[in-house]
């Protein structure tokens, strides 16, 4: 029988997260792009949208969505990669929401603001998700427009460009110092955090051309956790002693992820303060019918973030994300909940314990839809 196949491509930051787990958790797959005819004529109509990644299991079943299908596995084998002592789960499901939604913007500006570097890259990579029969170069080059006019959208603006860099190589700096010490996360085991956070950092700023060489040069060992996360094996052996697959004992976490959720706070959470505040606003003016698919992005909600001001789009699918970490946090005991919650205040995170949606929305046929 063959294995289940992955639709998706290197390029696309949403497969990075899917491709990670299936590798990191050894179940076999083949990868081809949507440019491939079974998936036109007989995925695309179950997948809803052409968004990837989709996946085809090997009884004909189609799972869309990057956190749907590690959902879907980690379904059928108890959470494997979802730690299970309270402070450490609550942080992997934090940094799932990180990864997956709180990089877009410098995962967007490095892509799009550097073409000399980038350009004949994209161009090519582009080109291989279009069928041969078309004209790969002018459609290429529609679809890198529209794409960079998304990077706009969601704040990558010129007078922006000089924070968002600031912002982006200090992120750099103490997620270094961090996997200096630790392979993952939460230790020598990847997490849902850590899949969550290679999205943006493998496809986009650990391999377009000038942003891969930026981290190349300013944090190696950033670079070979992305490596890492791309490799079957723990490839742990630069950490000499360290035993694989398990993470950091007594519910720890460490001094280095603490500082680097700090600094992951400056913009994270104006950005998702505002997002929530804008999104109620559009749902108590639209209130759109149950069932009613939910749109990328509604709207552009503004902030300030280290003396800038920002325009980005606000995304329901974000607080999705965070309800699946907010709903963790509100099963787990009282004594346990304290714990988390003077965590996250120490890390100026807190708010994002109670940034909900007015509305709950939840996926049926492929689809996100209102409930």
């Not at 004909?60 to 402070?87: A, C, H, K, M």
Request: hydrophobic share 40%.
């Amino acid at each position: 029988m063959n294995p289940m196949t992955l639709y998706g491509t290197p390029l696309s930051l949403y497969a990075g997260k899917a491709r990670a787990y299936l590798i990191k958790a050894g179940i076999p797959y083949r990868e081809i792009t949507v440019a491939d005819p079974h998936y036109r004529e007989v995925v695309l109509p179950q997948a809803g949208t052409g968004s990837i990644p989709v996946v085809e299991l090997t009884d004909g079943q189609v799972i869309r969505d990057g956190t749907q299908i590690i959902e879907y596995f980690e379904n059928s084998t108890g959470n494997t990669f979802l730690p299970i002592t309270p402070r450490q789960k609550i942080v992997s499901l934090l940094f799932d929401v990180i990864g997956s939604e709180g990089l877009l913007r410098p995962a967007m500006h490095y892509r799009w603001n550097y073409p000399e570097e980038n350009q004949a890259f994209l161009t090519f990579h582009f080109g291989t998700n279009i069928p041969p029969n078309m004209d790969r170069q002018k459609l290429a080059d529609a679809t890198m427009d529209r794409m960079r006019n998304a990077g706009v959208m969601f704040g990558a603006t010129p007078e922006n460009f000089a924070t968002i860099e600031r912002l982006y190589e200090e992120f750099l700096a103490h997620f270094e110092a961090h996997v200096a010490e630790h392979p993952y996360l939460l230790g020598n085991r990847p997490s849902i955090g850590d899949f969550g956070l290679i999205a943006p950092m493998y496809a986009h700023l650990g391999r377009d051309p000038y942003s891969v060489s930026l981290m190349q040069a300013k944090a190696i060992r950033v670079f070979r956790w992305v490596e890492r996360m791309n490799r079957g094996e723990p490839d742990i052996g630069e950490f000499d002693g360290a035993e694989p697959d398990r993470y950091l004992a007594d519910d720890e976490i460490p001094e280095t992820l603490i500082f680097l959720m700090r600094h992951i706070a400056k913009d994270f959470v104006p950005e998702t303060t505002a997002a929530a505040n804008f999104i109620n606003a559009w749902l108590d003016e639209q209130n759109p019918e149950p069932g009613t698919p939910v749109e990328r992005g509604v709207g552009l909600c503004e902030f300030e973030c280290e003396g800038a001001s920002f325009k980005a789009l606000a995304q329901p699918y974000r607080f999705y994300l965070l309800s699946r970490m907010q709903d963790a946090f509100e099963s787990l005991p009282g004594a346990e909940q304290e714990s988390i919650r003077e965590l996250l205040e120490s890390c100026g995170l807190a708010e994002v314990l109670n940034l909900q949606l007015n509305r709950t929305l939840h996926f049926k046929n492929n689809r996100e839809v209102w409930d």
